[in-house]
């Protein structure tokens, strides 16, 4: 088990990019596969969760070249994949799981699908229930709610499934099933979450219909390969946002980011927080929003954190809880039970962790409460295998006395890999 231990840094500073956006790689897979003729994805994230979904549909027949810069994907169109030879590892990665489901399930062939000892712990009723009422087959683990997942391909047919939590994994795997179902199928949400799915829909061609509150697709389109360029990741920019924030005399700039409204959240929390952050030569690639990301140190404020800003900002809450940690007053983070069914519990996690580093950290069921401190003190840190706890802890070690080591830094590179040399790149010592 690889640990790594940080120091205390002067500043942040430098010019960077991020890797790709880890969702839009995985559905350049998903539906340039699905579509028909050749799809070249530039900026694709090489990291561990997209490769095993590129993984999963070579094993469905899918021809994928890969040169290190640009993926050439031959797709065979909506029908055209075919039965593994073997179990599907989707290895951490819930998107491919949950993704995967709604896919295969209206396919002509059976298949399985499994992962690691996190993702197998991992609840996966919240997309099996729904695709049972489009008439879906699967069967696994804990009555379908855990993985193995046995998946036998069927007929479906559409449906309006109202989510009772906001997700884009479960949006995304009603919506791919959807495109083998007769006839239309909605998905309302409580509140809007990520709509990288839609918008790379529509860039295929398919027939998808956004309104307030939900989506409805009209199943039976065939789609239609279209080159995809993939912005830089924002959750992955989130670590060093923050991290130019807490360390005094930071300045940095994050070239090329995804700024999709859907994913911002963390931008306006940061920027509700005091943050000096600015968005620098907005422009569209591949459909999606793009803008640089100017950051200088601040110092922050305490605020309330609920409602829409929780689904827009899910990913990067165990940085924000660093930020929190060194902001004056309490942060409140309410409807946040999401987070409990994450990689690892991430509110428990990170309570964990920032009561190490000397701050008071007070677990609700759907949050938790943060008074910030001065300084933050170096300590040993868990990742919990979880590679979002393990970056943020490794950043808050920039502002924290002494040495902090995480241990278990191997699953950074599930989301992330070179960011252990990048964070090396913009700290001095």
């Known amino acids: 088990m690889q640990s790594y231990t940080v120091q205390c840094a002067k500043a942040v500073r430098g010019e960077i990019t991020v890797p790709g956006d880890k969702s839009i790689s995985h559905r350049s897979i998903m539906f340039g596969s699905l579509a028909t003729g050749v799809t070249k994805v530039t900026g694709f994230l090489r990291g561990e969760d997209a490769l095993a979904t590129l993984e ?61 000892k996190y993702l197998r712990a991992r609840p996966m009723k919240r997309v099996v229930g729904p695709l049972a009422q489009m008439g879906a087959r699967i069967s696994g683990r804990a009555g379908g709610d855990k993985a193995p997942l046995a998946i036998q391909g069927s007929k479906l047919i559409g449906i309006k499934y109202t989510s009772p939590v906001s997700s884009a994994q479960v949006k995304s795997a009603i919506m791919l099933a959807g495109l083998y179902a007769e006839g239309e199928t909605t998905v309302l949400e409580p509140h809007l979450s990520r709509d990288h799915s839609e918008r790379m829909l529509r860039h295929f ?120 940690s060194l902001a004056r007053g309490t942060t409140r983070v309410s409807g946040a039970a999401e987070l409990r069914v994450k990689e690892t519990d991430r509110i428990a996690a990170m309570a964990a962790n920032l009561r190490r580093a000397g701050v008071t950290v007070v677990e609700t069921p759907d949050g938790m409460e943060i008074t910030g401190v001065e300084h933050l003190a170096g300590c040993s840190a868990e990742s919990f295998g979880d590679h979002r706890i393990a970056m943020s802890m490794l950043v808050a070690g920039l502002a924290a006395t002494g040495e902090t080591s995480v241990d278990d830094t191997e699953c950074i590179a599930t989301s992330f890999p070179g960011f252990l040399e990048l964070l090396g790149k913009v700290a001095s010592r």
């Open 205 to 324: 061609g398919a027939q998808v219909e956004s309104f307030p509150g939900g989506v409805k697709l009209t199943g039976g389109v065939e789609l239609f390969a279209s080159d995809i360029a993939v912005p830089g990741d924002i959750s992955s920019a989130a670590f060093f946002m923050v991290a130019a924030l807490i360390v005094p005399g930071s300045e940095l700039l994050i070239r090329g980011v995804g700024v999709n409204p859907t994913r911002t959240g963390v931008i306006d929390i940061l920027k509700g927080m005091g943050a000096d952050l600015e968005l620098l030569n907005p422009r569209e690639q591949s459909g999606e929003p793009v803008a640089d990301i100017r950051i200088r140190s601040s110092q922050l404020k305490a605020m309330e954190i609920s409602g829409e800003l929780v689904p827009r900002a899910i990913d990067e809450f165990p940085a924000i809880c660093i930020a929190a």
């Open 56 to 116: 999963a549909f070579r094993a469905m027949g899918i021809e994928v070249e890969d040169d290190g810069e640009t993926l050439i994907i031959h797709g065979k169109g909506l029908h055209g994949l075919s039965e593994p030879a073997d179990v599907l590892d989707c290895g951490n990665s819930g998107t491919s799981m949950r993704l995967l489901t709604g896919l295969l399930a209206g396919q002509n062939f059976f298949s399985v699908l499994s992962g690691d």
